[in-house]
C-alpha cells in the first residue's frame, strides 16, 4: 500500500520560516508528478507547488512564489517545501499528493491526483 506522510509543520512567527517534508513508501516516486496544497479554516483547498516527476519544472503559486521552494529526492523517496518569510496567511493545513506521470497542468487542479497525505499542521502567528 502506497502511504503519503507529511512532516515538519508546526508554529513559526511571521517572517520565519520552516521546512515541510513528504516521505513516500510502498512504491518509488520516480514516476509521480508531486505537489504540495494547503486549505485553511473555513476555505478550499489551494494549489501551493508542484513538481514534475520528469525534468525537475515546478510550478508555484502567485500568492507564495519567491518565498517557497518546492524540491525532492527519488532516491530517498521523499519531497519537501522551504517555506521562507512566512505570513499569517499561510496558515493551513499542508497536504502532499501524488499523481503517477502527471504534468504540472493536472497537479495545480488538484482534483486528479492518485494520492495523499493526511497533512500537517502550519500555524504563523503576527
Known amino acids: 500500500q502506497v502511504q503519503l506522510v507529511e512532516s515538519g509543520g508546526g508554529l513559526v512567527q511571521a517572517g520565519g520560516s520552516l521546512r515541510l517534508s513528504c516521505a513516500v513508501s510502498?512504491?518509488?516516486?520516480?514516476?509521480?508528478?508531486m505537489g504540495w496544497f494547503r486549505q485553511a479554516p473555513g476555505k478550499e483547498r489551494e494549489f501551493v507547488a508542484g513538481i514534475r516527476w520528469i525534468g525537475g519544472m515546478t510550478r508555484l503559486s502567485e500568492s507564495v512564489k519567491g518565498r517557497f521552494t518546492i524540491s525532492r529526492d527519488d532516491a530517498k523517496n521523499t519531497m519537501a517545501l522551504q517555506m521562507d518569510r512566512l505570513k499569517p496567511e499561510d496558515t493551513a493545513v499542508y497536504f502532499c499528493?501524488?499523481?503517477?506521470?502527471?504534468?504540472?497542468?493536472?497537479?495545480?487542479?488538484?482534483?486528479?491526483?492518485?494520492?495523499w497525505g493526511k497533512g500537517t499542521l502550519v500555524t504563523v502567528s503576527s
Open positions: 499528493a501524488g499523481k503517477r506521470y502527471g504534468e504540472l497542468g493536472e497537479i495545480v487542479g488538484g482534483t486528479s491526483m492518485d494520492l
Open positions: 510502498g512504491r518509488s516516486m520516480s514516476t509521480y508528478a
